[in-house]
């Protein structure tokens, strides 16, 4: 995949598999939004396949994937403002396969988003709750395979553990997911599996504890970039990545067994 002279995308070979969670992490401009973009549809690859179930998917648009079962969020919060948050959500719903009136309700429930916010427009609301209303219309479509580009960005601690226990459920249902994301711990806390992409290719993927575990990890951390470590693969994306300030959180608690889906638990301080 190249933009001009720049090759974005080099080689890349990654399989999301149902039931996990993926993490894709590097530094700024490493390819990793232009792999979800190949991914979801936005944009298309000049060389490769990006294959769903065994079916060879390169040629549809992102509507069409959709349908299928790939949802994603972006790494700014994408919904309709002038939309009320349930409207929001019921967009995602009526993209579902099949569509299924209660998918509303129930996804409201599950993101905390069932009480008075419900009514309320998306203009105007906290950065943690747009998040959760991108996240809920994205889970709405009953989605196989869910991308998530910096879902993180943004939060405070405690949203940030409500994100990470909402995900490893969704997991343990069943769900694909990928993540992209520079919080290197919440990626430890959250992953099952980690690829390191530096200009274009994945020089290194394991679980978190082989790949992020390490004195390069620390230096990663401190500098904002991920060092290439040995030789790996990945693959699909599109345009450059925006530059988030670095955060820093505790390590989120990592469940010994499956999780049950339940409901977004409530930050108890108030919301920004």
């Known amino acids: 995949m190249r933009y001009g002279g720049f090759v974005a995308l080099d080689g890349v070979e990654l399989e999301v598999v149902a039931g996990r969670v993926s993490a894709v992490v590097g530094p700024n401009g490493a390819g990793k939004s ?24 390169t040629p549809l648009s992102a509507q069409a994937r959709t349908r ?16 009320t948050v349930a409207e929001n959500v019921r967009v995602g719903a009526e993209q579902g396969r099949p569509w299924d009136p209660r998918a509303v309700e129930r996804t409201l429930r599950l993101l905390g988003l069932d009480g008075p916010v419900r009514a ?24 196989r395979v869910l991308l998530l580009d910096e879902p993180a960005a943004g939060l405070d601690t405690a949203e940030v553990t409500a994100l990470a226990r909402i995900l490893k459920a969704l997991a343990a249902d069943g769900m694909a ?13 959250l992953a099952d599996i980690v690829h390191v992409m ?37 693959r699909p994306p599109g345009g450059p990545a925006r530059r988030h300030p ?27």
């Open 34 to 57: 232009t792999l979800f973009h190949c991914l979801a549809g936005t944009v298309r690859p000049a060389r490769g396949t990006v294959s769903l179930g065994g079916r060879d998917i």
């Open 246 to 272: 670095r955060r820093t959180r505790p390590r989120p608690h990592r469940a010994a067994g499956p999780q049950r889906l339940r409901p977004y638990d409530r930050p108890a301080r108030a919301r920004r």
């Open 68 to 83: 299928l079962g790939i949802a994603r969020t972006f790494q700014q919060s994408a919904v309709f403002p002038t939309l």
């Open 120 to 143: 309320r427009p998306a203009t105007g609301l906290p950065t943690g709750t747009l998040r959760r209303v991108e996240l809920a219309r994205a889970l709405a479509a009953a989605p």
């Open 198 to 234: 530096t200009a274009g290719r994945i020089v290194a993927s394991g679980p978190p504890g082989s790949v992020l575990h390490t004195p390069e990890r620390r230096s990663a951390r401190d500098h904002h970039h991920l060092p290439a470590a040995r030789a790996g693969a990945l």
């Open 177 to 189: 997911l990928l993540v992209v994301e520079h919080d290197l711990d919440l990626v430890a806390g």
